[in-house]
């Protein structure tokens, strides 16, 4: 257990049995660090400061994530580039993996429902690949040239760079200049954001998206087998907002999934919600274990750091931020407002009634939050079940 567990946390994984159900997966799915070159692989661990960093080739698989551009000293744009890089190979115990993971949730040899993990298990088993730089151009008026990372040893580069004014649009592509035979998410979006204005914060699991679960092998279900269903009501409150903050506000999607589900998480983004940077994980080497821990501890400690960062990006920016009562957003989101006062105008967290949920009385009742919210004004959080009931206190907020 680490120390950034909260009560909740660890009461959660000890009457679930997750200690169990992550020792019984410890041994699947569990990417490893790839390369031949054993100079590389020790340079890898200096991360962006490896001075020979390796090129991506044909077999290699490469993710681009969509981020938000913030005018940084000077007034100039900068952004966070992150990206990830894996063999394109993928393990020849695909299958034995898949059957594990078919084992643990319940399901019998041959279900149907196996070709759904194995698509969806991929990204947890292909090899990272450590010390990658990805050259990527952003077309702005002038297409400008980046080397993004290189990574760490979990394959995953996060990369501050300055890039060139956009012309015509706040929102601009860019591509991965790989090559020919290289896959992956090899474009990406940047949306330019100016220092005021509003700005959205929202959390994933159970705010946006059903998973009602704090059970391991419902977890797993949930990533692995289910098809993704966002929040009733959830996509018309998220929609009616845009209209309210104007399609040039950015948003954040913070969750405490790991990397790994970029590709899922985006699709389901885009099928329902606004588009937005997702903020995810990378506190593990690509791990199904490594995923469970993720989703149950220290997620408290882990959002904190994350705001923190976009509040270094954009300190103008009027906050709101959204997210539900079965992990800690209600404290994190406190925290940060106490820490930034005056920046976050409203916090909406979805009250979570309908998940079987260990603890679930205790996160509910009202001196929970009135602990999480202590000396912020009333009337700027809220508690909600329905979402439609958000819309007043949003048009509300929005127009003061």
């Given at each position: 257990m680490t120390s950034d567990a909260t009560s909740l946390e660890s009461q959660t994984r000890s009457e679930r049995g997750f200690v169990d159900t992550e020792a019984s997966l410890v041994s699947i799915g569990s990417a490893k660090i790839s390369g031949a070159n054993k100079l590389r692989g020790l340079l890898s661990f200096l991360g962006p400061n490896n001075p020979l960093p390796a090129p991506i080739t044909k077999h290699d698989v490469v993710w681009l994530m969509d981020n938000v551009a913030y005018r940084g000293s000077g007034g100039a744009w900068h952004a966070e580039f992150v990206s990830a890089t894996f063999e394109g190979d993928i393990s020849a115990k695909l299958v034995d993996i898949v059957g594990d993971i078919a084992g643990c949730v319940g399901l019998s040899k041959g279900d149907e429902e196996e070709a759904i993990i194995e698509r969806r298990i991929v990204p947890f088993v292909r090899d990272v690949l450590?010390?990658?730089?990805?050259?990527?151009?952003?077309?702005?008026?002038?297409?400008?040239?980046?080397?993004i990372g290189p990574g760490g040893r979990n394959g995953i580069s996060s990369d501050v760079k300055k890039i060139p004014t956009p012309v015509d649009s706040s929102v601009v592509l860019s591509t991965a200049d790989v090559p020919e035979g290289a896959q992956g998410l090899l474009e990406m979006k940047t949306v330019f954001a100016e220092p005021e204005g509003w700005a959205i914060i929202s959390d994933i699991d159970d705010t946006i998206k059903i998973t009602q679960t704090s059970d391991p092998v419902g977890i797993l279900r949930s990533t692995?087998?289910?098809?993704?269903?966002?929040?009733?009501?959830m996509p018309e409150?998220?929609?009616?907002?845009?209209?309210?903050?104007?399609?040039?506000?950015?948003?954040?999607?913070?969750?405490?999934?790991p990397y790994n589900l970029y590709p899922f998480l985006r699709e389901f983004r885009d099928g329902h919600f606004p588009h937005g940077q997702l903020i995810l994980r990378d506190a593990n080497l690509m791990t199904i274990p490594g995923l469970l821990s993720n989703l149950t501890l220290g997620t408290q400690q882990y959002k904190v750091d994350r705001i923190k960062k976009v509040n270094r990006w954009l300190p103008k920016r009027k906050m709101i931020f959204i997210g539900d009562s079965t992990q800690s957003d209600p404290e994190a989101y406190g925290e940060i407002y106490r820490t930034y006062p005056g920046w976050v105008k409203l916090i909406l967290i979805r009250k979570v009634t309908d998940v079987a949920s260990v603890g679930k009385e205790?996160?509910?009742?009202?001196?929970?939050?009135?602990?999480?919210?202590?000396?912020?004004?009333?009337?700027?959080?809220?508690?909600?079940?329905?979402?439609?009931?958000?819309q007043p206190l949003l048009h509300k907020a929005t127009s003061s």
């Open positions: 450590p010390g990658r730089q990805v050259k990527v151009d952003i077309h702005t008026q002038d297409t400008g040239r980046l080397r692995f087998i289910s098809e993704p269903a966002p929040v009733p009501g409150l998220y929609a009616y907002l845009q209209t309210l903050v104007t399609a040039e506000a950015p948003w954040f999607y913070l969750s405490a999934s205790e996160k509910n009742v009202p001196a929970r939050f009135e602990a999480a919210f202590a000396g912020i004004p009333r009337d700027t959080w809220h508690i909600f079940e329905d979402p439609s009931e958000c």
